[in-house]
Each structure stands twice: as structure tokens, then as C-alpha cells.
């Protein structure tokens, strides 16, 4: 248990650390839901038995938790274009979800015969991805239980799958519902890219309005310990295109005397980037960081006040302060950091919201049906899929 818990934070960290957003990287767009359910506490702050969460290219969009029990909002603009009657039904389907979730793992334990003192994770992704060429999306609904693959749907054939070594009756469970095939294709075809047009438009706007990014110039102890360390780091910024620079009596460092971390995600959707060089402990010269970027109409200049922070921790302090994020920011990613490394399948595709007909089907495996003579509720599918709302995937 605990070696499972310390695998997650350094993952955590590495994300935080190294991670640069595939919005970054490509010109495409994905909006995701990823559900993840424990099988039981793991008694930490931040981690919950069942969490829920939007990400709009890998951004947090909003979130669900089993002990607060209400979806809210994470970025600004979800929150201002989105009604309240909106957050009213997306917590009402994600505490349906709580509930289905549960109950598969608590069965999924069973019939494998898993100790109930174990940790076991069970997940669900759905989503779409988009390039901004025009190519085919890219469309996900599938579940994932203790790392495995479990059960997928395959859009182009519209049919249910499972991995070869898998040997599960919910595949011919669930093809054998074709209004669910139905609606999943339909969720994924239409409703998903449409909403991620919106929710890309709605960010939009968010990223035009003028917001100066925070700058910070700082010193601490390098490895060698004749010389500091001087950092400058720039954080709270949407438009990447920010221009970084550390200067010497306001001239210009050479590039190759600079590190840099790249541009960063913070939990809260900005950005964020950091340039370090080394200087000597004594050093006398004035220093001072400069900053350009594309919401401001003139430079931002700060000057090295001399001061050098005395341990890494220290560090981490000021990092804090400037909107990298606490402690509960972090473990609100851990979700998100246990799929990104493939804890649901090595595909990164795409998510989207909450499902009602999927709910009524169960995640039963073959060696489990015999003694449970469980039979398909086509009353109970029928009577949920009346309750989807616009954005609900099945």
C-alpha cells in the first residue's frame, strides 16, 4: 500500500516537475472525463475513494469528489458561462456514477477472489481528440481495472472489446444492447467534439483578456557550494508566447549560459516557466529578470534584491506562493498523473462527461456469471437513457 501511494506522488511530481501539455506540443485539441474509483480509503488528504474529472487539453475543467459530493468548476470561464442549473445535473450524473462505480469494483473484487485489505483501482475514460487540420477525431470510451485493460469501444466497428487475454462476458453483455452501441457511437460522432468546440471557445475568450503574468527573481545555494543558483521564473500566464529573459547590468545573458524548464502547466490552467544561471557566490553585478509577453503593453523588469534563500525548501515555498500550488492542488491531479502514465492503457486520447446507459450494465467477469445467473436490466438501460443530458456520454 504503501509503495502504490509513493509511486503516485512521484509520478505527481514528475508531472509537475518535467510534464510539457500536448497542447504545447501539437496543434490539437481533447477534452476528456476520467472517473477512478478505490476500493477502499487510502487515508490521505486530497485522495478520495471516487473522483471525477473534466479536462479540456489536459486542463482541469472541473471536478468531483466522493467526500464533498458536488461538481464545481475549475477554471473562471466555466464557471461564468455555465448556468447553475448545469452544475445541479452534472453533480446529480456524477453521484450516479459514484454509485455504479462502486458497486463494479466491489463485484469486480468478488468473483476474483481479491482481498478486501488490498488496494484496487477501477477507471473509465471517454472523450474525443481533434487536429486542427481537419483529420478524422480521435474517439475513446473504455474502463481500465488495476492498470489493465478491461473493456473498450470500438467506434468504427460499433462494437464492444476486450483484450485478448481478457476473459470477460461484459462484451457480449454489452453488444447485445444496441441502443447503448447506439448512443455511445452517437456520443462520440457528434456531442463530444461539439462540446469541445464550445468549451475551446469559452477558454478562448478567457486567454484574449489582458492578465500580466506574475515574475519572480530569486537566488539559492547551488550543488557547488562557491556558487548561487539565480532563478527567474514567470508563472500565471495563458498565451504561451512569453519571452524570458535574465540580464547582467541590463544586458542580455548568452542562451547557452541559461537553463531553462520549458513552458509548465499550473494546476489552475496557466502556465509557467523558470530560467536559472549560475553565478558566483560573491558575485556583485546587478541582475535582473525580463519579461515580455503578449497581454502587456511594456516590459516587466525585476531586480535580484541580493537575497538567497537557504535550503531547496525554501525554494519550494516561493514556488508555492507563485501559483505552482499546494498540496491539495497537487492531489488533485493524481488522477489525471495515473492515466497520463498509462495506468489506463498507453492511448491518450480523449475524454468527455457523465454516461447513464452504461450505468445499468455491469462490469461482470465470465468466471463470476455462472454462479450469478445475471441477466441484462434492458428495463433499467431504457429508463436511464432518458435522463442524458446534452454532453452525456454513454
Keep these: 500500500m504503501g509503495t502504490c501511494v509513493a509511486k503516485l506522488f512521484a509520478l505527481l511530481c514528475a508531472f509537475l516537475l518535467y510534464r510539457t501539455p500536448p497542447s504545447i506540443q501539437a496543434e490539437k485539441h481533447s477534452l476528456y472525463y476520467i472517473y477512478t474509483a478505490l476500493s477502499k480509503p487510502v487515508n490521505l488528504p486530497g485522495i478520495y475513494e471516487f473522483t471525477a474529472m473534466g479536462l479540456l487539453d489536459d486542463t482541469q475543467i472541473d471536478y468531483y469528489n466522493s467526500e464533498e459530493q458536488r461538481n464545481i468548476p475549475k477554471q473562471t470561464w466555466m464557471k461564468e458561462k455555465m448556468t447553475e442549473d448545469y452544475w445541479e445535473e452534472d453533480t446529480k450524473l456524477r453521484k450516479d456514477k459514484e454509485q455504479w462505480i462502486k458497486k463494479n469494483i466491489d463485484s469486480l473484487m468478488k468473483c476474483m477472489k481479491q482481498n478486501e485489505s488490498d488496494l484496487h483501482v477501477l477507471q473509465w475514460r471517454h472523450g474525443c481528440e481533434v487536429e486542427q487540420q481537419g483529420s478524422e477525431p480521435k474517439r475513446i470510451n473504455e474502463y481500465c481495472y488495476d492498470g489493465e485493460d478491461f473493456l473498450s469501444f470500438d467506434y468504427k466497428e460499433s462494437q464492444w472489446v476486450t483484450p485478448a487475454d481478457t476473459d470477460l462476458i ?147 515555498i516561493v514556488m508555492i506562493g507563485a501559483g505552482i500550488g499546494g498540496f491539495l492542488a497537487f492531489v488533485a491531479l493524481v488522477v489525471y498523473i495515473i492515466k497520463m502514465n498509462g495506468l489506463c492503457g498507453q492511448d491518450t486520447g480523449s475524454k468527455t462527461s457523465d454516461s447513464s446507459a452504461s450505468s445499468s450494465v455491469e462490469l461482470i467477469p465470465s468466471q463470476c456469471e455462472a454462479s450469478s445467473g445475471d441477466r441484462l436490466p434492458d428495463e433499467y438501460v431504457l429508463t436511464k437513457l432518458g435522463q442524458k443530458t446534452k454532453k452525456e456520454s454513454y
Excluded at 177 to 185: G, S
Excluded at 239 to 244: Q, R, S, V
Excluded at 267 to 294: L, M, N, R
Aim: with cysteine; glycine share 4%; hydrophobic share 30%.
Design 170 to 316: 461484459s462484451k457480449w453483455k454489452w453488444d447485445n444492447v444496441p441502443i447503448l452501441k447506439q448512443h455511445t457511437a452517437g456520443y462520440l460522432k457528434m456531442e463530444c467534439v461539439d462540446w469541445l468546440k464550445k468549451f475551446r471557445e469559452y477558454g478562448d475568450e478567457e486567454l484574449r483578456k489582458p492578465s500580466p503574468p506574475d515574475v519572480h527573481m530569486f537566488a539559492r545555494k547551488s550543488r557547488n557550494e562557491t556558487q548561487l543558483k539565480l532563478i527567474c521564473m514567470v508563472t500565471g500566464f495563458y498565451a504561451k508566447d512569453t519571452m524570458l529573459t535574465i540580464r547582467k547590468y541590463r544586458t542580455a545573458l548568452p542562451e547557452n549560459e541559461i537553463k531553462s524548464t520549458g513552458i509548465r502547466p499550473n494546476p489552475d490552467g496557466t502556465f509557467q516557466i523558470q530560467k536559472s544561471v549560475e553565478i558566483s557566490e560573491d558575485e556583485k553585478a546587478e541582475y535582473d529578470c525580463f519579461v515580455f509577453h503578449s497581454n502587456i503593453t511594456a516590459p516587466i523588469i525585476i531586480k535580484w534584491d541580493r537575497k538567497c534563500l537557504d535550503s531547496p525548501s525554501d525554494t519550494f
